[in-house]
């Protein structure tokens, strides 16, 4: 086999292995889920698949995927999708949210997130608990998955 031979073969073997390599950091980075009940209308349904990054911090206004084992307050799925309404540093959202009007701090504190559903009828949420721990976040709403 000729150098130029051989020299391919590496280049593709290092390409291929670039691309496992690629894939499997996607894997960990990426996780699809799939939005049950209404909590969340109009923007998702029962039954739509989203695509969740992890390790993205979350900002007012993105959604957020959620895990709510630590702190089952109702029966229900153990991931809950919501809408990032105040992060550590803002003011806390008294006037919307219920469950954080009588809470003696000004600001949201560090390790903690106001959640909002889109629907309020049917969403389980900030409005309700107060604070979700910053660390149940599985990640943001990257994007919609085809359905």
Do not use: C
């Not at 089952?72 to 219920?98: E, F, M, Q, S």
């Amino acid at each position: 086999m000729s150098a130029a031979s051989w020299a391919l073969a590496a280049g593709v073997t290092m390409l291929a292995s670039g691309l496992v390599l690629t894939v499997r950091a996607l894997r960990r980075r990426l996780v699809a889920v799939t939005v049950r009940g209404a909590s969340m209308e109009p923007a998702y349904r029962d039954g739509d698949r989203v695509l969740v990054r992890r390790g993205h911090r979350p900002a007012p206004g993105q959604v957020v995927v959620v895990s709510d084992l630590p702190a089952r307050a109702v029966p229900g799925p153990a991931l809950l999708i919501k809408r990032v309404a105040a992060v550590p540093g803002d003011p806390v959202p008294r006037d919307r949210v219920a469950a954080l009007a009588g809470v003696p701090e000004r600001y949201v504190p560090h390790g903690q997130l106001v959640l909002l559903g889109d629907n309020p009828a049917a969403s389980f949420d900030s409005r309700h608990r107060g604070y979700f721990a910053a660390a149940q976040v599985v990640g943001t709403v990257w994007r919609s998955l085809p359905g």
